[in-house]
T-cell receptor
Framework: KNEVEQSPQNLTAQEGEFITINCSYSVGISALHWLQQHPGGGIVSLFMLSSGKKKHGRLIATINIQEKHSSLHITASHPRDSAVYICAVKIGGGADGLTFGKGTHLIIQP | DAGITQSPRHKVTETGTPVTLRCHQTENHRYMYWYRQDPGHGLRLIHYSYGVKDTDKGEVSDGYSVSRSKTEDFLLTLESATSSQTSVYFC?????????????FGPGTRLTVL
């Protein structure tokens, strides 16, 4: 059974700080997803990646397949980045959904 | 935003009563999923569908059944609700079911079983 571990579980930082959230998984995967869950509960897909690095605005996601590890970085953090960030992995090519980490609760203070 | 709605958004019910949650999409995506989210757990897959009338079980399917009679609707039924099924339920859709399956989530349904 694949386990998806995220660290830290909770993170409080000051506005402007560089943020890193880590995700490790235990078996081979075909893709890794980063999701954002807003305080109101809605879940939004941020990135889907299977190798290398992707960037969107102030968000950067990297993955190291050999080390079974991914990181999500936020540059110049802002209070509106406060949310739960969720890592999820896709195992194999079947249609059976994703396996999720428990999430990292990020609070950015002004 | 992907066109996904869930109904009801909130429901309080009593132990032993049947409950049906509806997920409706306007994207014509083939794959649909039901997840539950509980404190201390990540989202967990209950059931999924890979086409009309084609469904399969996920990690936590006991006590739940699903039906998909048309592309746009995926129903989750709790035949006899229990307090352990108090949770937030999310529906998701995906155009593809393979490795390239970016998923889009509905707004969630908060279910309380008393």
């Amino acid at each position: 059974k694949n386990e998806v571990e995220q660290s830290p579980q909770n993170l409080t930082a000051q506005e402007g700080e560089f943020i890193t959230i880590n995700c490790s998984y235990s078996v081979g995967i075909s893709a890794l997803h980063w999701l954002q869950q807003h305080p109101g509960g809605g879940i939004v897909s941020l990135f889907m990646l299977s190798s290398g690095k992707k960037k969107h605005g102030r968000l950067i996601a990297t993955i190291n397949i050999q080390e079974k590890h991914s990181s999500l970085h936020i540059t110049a953090s802002h209070p509106r980045d406060s949310a739960v960030y969720i890592c999820a992995v896709k195992i194999g090519g079947g249609a059976d959904g994703l396996t999720f980490g428990k999430g990292t609760h990020l609070i950015i203070q002004p | 935003d992907a066109g996904i709605t869930q109904s009801p958004r909130h429901k309080v019910t009593e132990t032993g009563t049947p409950v049906t949650l509806r997920c409706h999409q306007t994207e014509n995506h083939r794959y649909m999923y039901w997840y539950r989210q509980d404190p201390g757990h990540g989202l967990r897959l209950i059931h999924y569908s890979y086409g009309v009338k084609d469904t399969d079980k996920g990690e936590v399917s006991d006590g739940y059944s699903v039906s998909r009679s048309k592309t746009e609707d995926f129903l989750l039924t709790l035949e006899s609700a229990t307090s352990s099924q108090t949770s937030v339920y999310f529906c998701a859709i995906s155009e593809r079911g393979d490795y390239n399956n970016e998923q889009f989530f509905g707004p969630g349904t908060r279910l309380t079983v008393l």
